[in-house]
């Protein structure tokens, strides 16, 4: 079974940058596509960016396009999203998800099999 853990979260100030980083482990991580997500307290989960397996391509939303990045080192089974130029808006609590079912859309949460337990970002004015 695999598992995903987020670690990096915490507090900025708006222009702020923050790393978070999603660690996979289990028997077929390295293969999987993986996604991250955010939520807000009374919100819908939302997409915010996606990473193939092989890490070729990455897709976001346009709330985040040009602000943050997400790479991954598959060496390590380690997913990164780094965020920059934050935004007040941006605080939410963010997961990552991985095991995309085939065919089914990057940017749906019900695409994804795993998810992480999600860790708090906290943007100030």
């Known amino acids: 079974q695999e598992q995903l853990v987020e670690s990096g979260g915490g507090s ?8 978070l ?13 993986l996604g991250w997500f955010r939520q807000e307290a009374a919100g819908d989960r939302e997409f915010v960016a996606a990473i193939t397996w092989g890490g070729g391509s990455s897709f ?3 709330s985040v396009k040009g602000r943050f990045t997400v790479s991954r080192e598959s ?3 380690t997913v990164y999203l780094q965020m920059s130029n934050l935004k007040p808006e941006d605080t939410a609590v963010y997961y990552c ?13 019900a695409s994804y099999e795993i998810w992480g337990k999600g860790i708090k970002v906290n943007v100030s004015s």
């Open 12 to 19: 900025a100030q708006a222009g702020g940058s923050l790393r």
């Open 21 to 33: 980083t999603c660690s996979a482990s289990g028997r077929s991580s390295r293969s999987l596509d």
């Open 60 to 62: 976001y939303a346009d």
């Open 75 to 77: 060496a390590n089974n």
């Open 97 to 109: 998800a991985a095991d995309r079912r085939s065919g089914s859309s990057y940017r749906a949460p």
